[in-house]
């Protein structure tokens, strides 16, 4: 079992930054591969960005590329999610997700633990 804790999210005005942390304990955190997703109200949950168990590999939604930055840090055995530029578009509840042996998919099924979820509110 991997238990994900989300945090760091929060209300902020368009344009401005937030960073979501996701720690991670329970297993090997290096031996997974890392995304994060997001669910607005009354929409599906969607990819957002992932990260290969080492850092080597990353992916980004085409609505967040080049504003949000996906990193992690094995020794801490967290994974980090860095917004830049926020639009009203972009709140949403985010989740992180840990897929075993994966390479960071953007498909949600690929992961088997999920967070509880962070909330990201933005005020135009």
């Known amino acids: 079992q991997v238990q994900l804790v989300e945090s760091g999210g929060g209300l902020v005005q368009a344009g401005g930054s937030l960073r979501l942390s996701c720690a991670a304990s329970g297993r090997t955190f290096s031996n997974y591969a890392m995304g994060w997703f997001r669910q607005a109200p009354g929409k599906e949950r969607v990819f957002v960005a992932a990260?290969?168990?080492?850092?080597?590999?990353?992916s980004y939604a085409d609505s967040v590329k080049g504003r949000f930055t996906i990193s992690r840090d094995n020794a801490e055995n967290t994974v980090y999610l860095q917004m830049n530029s926020l639009n009203p578009e972009d709140a949403a509840v985010y989740y992180c997700?840990?897929?075993?042996w994966g390479v960071g998919s953007s498909i949600a099924q690929r992961y088997e633990y999920w967070g509880q979820g962070t909330q990201v509110t933005v005020s135009s």
């Open positions: 990260i290969s168990w080492n850092g080597g590999r990353t």
């Open positions: 997700a840990a897929d075993h």
